[in-house]
């Protein structure tokens, strides 16, 4: 049993150009599902996440404005009292 040294450098370039094509192969195909996926899909994607970032942004809006007023009503208060100590 006798390897030619031809044979063997055969074998090598059949699996790298296995491996090649299988890797590229499968980047191929993962690039051409998020392209129909993207086509088929954003118009509801967009107005699910338009409406969470606008109900997080009046979450946030409604507890400013709750800190705001807290805040005036405690100088309010304070005001009060120092005009009685007067």
Not at 27 to 40: A, F, G, P, S
Not at 63 to 84: G, I, T, Y
Request: proline share 3%; aromatic share 6%.
């Amino acid at each position: 049993m006798d390897i030619q040294p031809l044979e063997i450098l055969k074998w090598i370039g059949v699996v790298l150009a296995g491996g090649f094509i299988g890797y590229f192969g499968r980047y191929l195909v993962m690039l051409i599902k998020k392209r129909r996926h993207k086509r088929q899909s954003p118009p509801t994607r967009t107005r699910r996440a338009t409406k969470k970032v606008l109900t997080r942004l009046d979450k946030k809006v409604v507890e400013s404005q709750l800190q705001s007023e807290k805040k005036k009503a405690k100088m309010k208060a304070k005001r009060a009292k120092k005009a009685r100590k007067k």
